[in-house]
């Protein structure tokens, strides 16, 4: 089992519709956990951080987290073009060391 | 802004030769990683560092060193490099962030080609 699971898709949205992307991880003992966006050709960047169990709301963003079930979620509200990009869930199970998913390719057609 | 700056964008090498990949962080950050990124495989992480000279492995450690001589300089090492590690490496920089979890920032990546 990997430590950290997504959906590869490709997820595939009409612009101002929600997408909703998820992320399992195995390590019961993780504590911290993140969603990066990678732009085809860049280098991922942080979008969203989660610690607690329950929502966090970032503009567009939600970030949902549930340690019992071990999943993690990320919400994008009215969904643009520009959102169009792979989306990478992280877990950080100490302080020192910070695994990926996979990635969710998003789409997001005008 | 903190900058992680990787020092090869793109790199071309011969099977048997030996690689070296730097990376520098501008920010006194404790934690630096190297991770390699293959489509439909996401980032696994090669090697870590929490500190000066100490290291960790991380899932694929085999054919890679790393050394960290200096809080800012994180190298990651090919003894002999293998087609099957032609690659984009990436450089990450763990800064502490408001509850003392690690935020990453990456640098520009370096795509290495072993023909």
């Known amino acids: 089992q990997k430590e950290v699971e997504q959906n590869s898709g490709p997820l595939s949205v009409p612009e101002g519709a929600i997408a909703s992307l998820n992320c399992t991880y195995s390590?019961?003992?993780?504590?911290?956990f993140f969603w990066y966006r990678q732009y085809s050709g860049k280098s991922p960047e942080l979008i969203m951080s989660?610690?607690?169990?329950g929502d966090k709301e970032d503009g567009r963003f939600t970030a949902q987290l549930n340690k019992a079930s071990q999943y993690v979620s990320l919400l994008i509200r009215d969904s643009q073009p520009s959102d169009s990009a792979t989306y990478l869930c992280a877990v950080n199970r100490n302080n020192n060391d910070m695994r990926f998913g996979a990635g969710t390719r998003l789409t997001v057609k005008p | 802004d903190v900058k992680v700056t990787q020092s090869s964008r793109y790199l071309v090498k011969r099977t048997g030769e030996k690689v070296f990949l730097e990376c520098v962080q501008d920010?006194?950050?404790?934690?630096m990683f190297w991770y390699r990124q293959d489509p439909g495989l996401g980032l696994r992480l090669i090697y870590f560092?929490?500190?000066?000279?100490?290291?960790e492995k991380g899932d694929i450690p085999e054919g890679y060193s790393v050394s960290r001589e200096k809080k800012e300089r994180f190298s990651l090492i090919l003894e002999s490099a293998s087609t099957n590690q032609t690659s984009m490496y990436l450089c990450a920089s763990g800064g502490t962030g408001n509850s003392g979890a690690n935020v990453l920032t990456f640098g520009a990546g370096s795509r290495l080609t072993v023909l």
């Open positions: 560092s929490y500190d000066v000279k100490m290291k």
């Open positions: 989660i610690y607690s169990n």
């Open positions: 920010m006194d950050h404790e934690n």
């Open positions: 390590d019961r003992v993780s504590q911290s």
